[in-house]
């Protein structure tokens, strides 16, 4: 007998998932707020941080992920002929990608760590802004990070070049003040993005290998013509760019390794809107950042100016680096607690085997984990970046820039490590549903791994610690010195904050690990440059990576405590006790701490408020 209409089959009458949600991207981040009160200081500044902070975290769901997602679905495509055969070499970005340059004008992503109105607690705010933009804007953070330090470069330089009376200084210094004012500019009109065009065929990080030349141009000091092929350049679309190049003498001679480079200034297009001698010839198929367009390119007599001294490139550039590689580790941990919110979310919708398995013992712990690992790089990324905006406004101690001078490779390098294992773990939370490209979970995990190559891979950002312990010996006694300081001077307050734990034993755990490090790096001081050295950097820095983040929770602890702040700092001391669990204390089959255990894995997995409205996955 034939079915009447009413029961054929429909996949909508069996059962349908509901799907995460998400609100707003600080009130719902406990340890993003956290954070923030514990590195603004001040009362007054951290109010007015807030309404920004929060304002912004609803934007990000309202607007900014929609036009993300825009961007991903109409990635850049290079057209380089006209209709006529004409050379035009042009990539055509999506209308969402001009937008989201627009709203990171209007609200300030760059401008926000020059205007300075935090004080030198700007870079703070500045990395609290990006933490809640760049999982929802397809990669933006990147031309921004490019573009944030080309402007510290402009302005470091500018102030070096003030009492300059020779023309090509004068004319460098015209140049920088220009380039300045745009790139920290908040109208959307006015304001440039820069690109960084470092990346050639002989090397990636080994910048020593530039190949591209510069001729020195007859009449105009300080500028130059430039050949080269430009092997990877991020933002193409770009207004300017900061490259790297040989000078050229009047002989025709070039001094190789990195004293022959200097630091260039190339705008990209020329007054009439055509390319400035620059020919583009494709644009790269990559696993992740698909919306960013990064091409191969061409310089055939592209005008620069030369921005630095010359043979002073890759000294130049340094400033940019510590820049950039904070960008990267922001992005990295804006990753973790992006796929975090959305297994912690999921946890709380999915049933299985009788229950949801938010209330699962080991998914409890597995999403503790995440939320561990998320606190403490989170920690460690902020205070780098206060460290960093007390530089910029003078305030810092010595001290200050001996440990940033350490910490950045090591924050980076950690930090891109994490936020890909963290990625794949919190794929695996969704099951199945998680491997489907429209649940973001394949996308942030592609996100993820680009962060431990750009600006060096964790092999070479190993080096560079190497490098820093060498040439800066005290840096390595000043951050043990630091950290020590830290669990010591919490040590009660820490105790009245942990818990059920056993804290005496959390905090003789964390001091033999600073102990241990302490130790490691004074040997790796005394063999630097020796092959056993560059064997175990990669250890030596993630072992650092590892202490450095624990005592930060504790010294996060102290300073809520101190503020009144209590919820946040008993929320500190509970992430340091469950990274010495999972980090020092490997083998968790310990009865001692069973209980506090199990508490908080029960707080970490349902730790985000509930915020309506919450916009649907």
């Known amino acids: 007998m034939a079915s009447s209409r009413a029961e054929i089959c429909s996949s909508q009458q069996y059962f349908l998932q509901d799907a995460p949600e998400l609100g707003n991207q600080y009130e719902e981040d406990t340890a993003l707020v956290d954070a923030v009160t514990w590195l603004v200081e001040s009362e007054e500044l951290r109010r007015h941080a807030v309404d920004r902070l929060r304002r912004v975290g609803g934007k990000v769901i309202d607007t900014v992920r929609a036009l993300g997602d825009e961007c991903e679905r109409d990635p850049p495509r290079l057209v380089q002929f006209d209709a006529f055969g004409r050379r035009v070499d042009q990539v055509q970005v999506s209308r969402a990608w001009m937008e989201l340059k627009h709203f990171a004008a209007v609200e300030g992503l760059v401008r926000c760590g020059y205007s300075r109105e935090y004080g030198d607690a700007s870079r703070v705010v500045q990395a609290a802004l990006l933490h809640m933009f760049g999982p929802f804007a397809a990669t933006y953070n990147c031309p921004l990070a490019m573009t944030d330090g080309a402007a510290r470069v402009a302005e470091v330089l500018v102030a070096r070049l003030r009492s300059a009376k020779d023309p090509a200084a004068l004319e460098a210094r015209r140049e920088l003040e220009c380039a300045f004012k745009r790139l920290t500019s908040s109208d959307p009109a006015e304001m440039w993005t820069s690109g960084q065009w470092m990346t050639e065929r002989p090397g990636g990080s080994d910048v020593s290998r ?41 002989r025709g001679r070039v001094r190789d390794g990195s004293r022959g480079l200097g630091l260039f200034l190339l705008r990209v297009r020329d007054d009439n809107g055509s390319l400035n001698g620059i020919r583009i010839h494709r644009l790269k198929d990559k696993l992740g950042t698909r919306a960013l367009p990064t091409a191969e390119l061409e310089l055939c007599d592209a005008q620069a100016i030369m921005v630095g001294s010359q043979g002073q490139g890759v000294r130049s550039i340094a400033t940019m680096l510590n820049v950039t590689r904070l960008y990267n580790s922001v992005s990295a941990v804006a990753i973790m607690r992006h796929v975090l919110a959305i297994a912690r979310d999921y946890a709380g919708r999915r049933f299985a085997f009788g229950s949801l398995i938010a209330e699962k013992p080991l998914h409890q712990a597995t999403l503790a984990a995440l939320d561990t690992e998320y606190r403490g790089c989170l920690a460690f990324s902020m205070y780098v970046a206060s460290l960093t905006g007390k530089i910029e406004c003078a305030t810092a101690s010595a001290e200050d820039v001996l440990a940033v001078r350490l910490l950045t490779p090591v924050l980076k390098l950690f930090t891109g490590r994490v936020s890909v294992s963290s990625a794949s773990e919190a794929l695996e939370c969704l099951g199945g549903t998680g491997y489907v490209e429209n649940t973001r979970m394949p996308r942030m995990l592609r996100e993820a791994q680009v962060l431990t190559i750009w600006e060096g891979t964790t092999n070479v950002l190993s080096l560079d610690v190497l490098r820093v312990l060498a040439r800066a010996p005290r840096a390595a006694s000043t951050v043990v010195q630091r950290l020590g300081a830290f669990v010591t001077n919490g040590n009660d307050t820490f105790l009245r904050h942990c818990g059920k734990f056993d804290g005496q034993r959390v905090i003789k755990d964390i001091q033999a690990g600073i102990s241990r490090i302490a130790s490691v790096l004074e040997r790796f001081g005394r063999s630097a440059g020796q092959d056993c050295a560059e064997r175990g950097a990669r250890t030596l820095a993630m072992g650092l990576a590892q202490v450095t983040c624990v005592c930060l929770l504790v010294h996060e602890c102290t300073a809520l405590a101190a503020q009144g702040h209590n919820d946040g700092a008993a929320r500190a001391a509970r992430a340091a006790c469950l990274w010495v669990l999972q980090c020092f204390r490997p083998l968790v089959a310990d009865p001692v701490d069973g209980a506090a255990v199990a508490d908080a894995h029960r707080r970490a997995a349902s730790q985000t408020a509930r915020v309506p409205p919450r916009a649907k996955m």
């Open 210 to 250: 530039t190949e591209t030349r510069a001729w020195a141009l007859q009449g105009r000091p300080g500028w130059y013509r430039l050949r080269g092929f430009k092997w990877f350049t991020s933002a193409t679309d770009a207004d300017m760019a900061l490259l790297l190049a040989r000078v050229v003498d009047e």
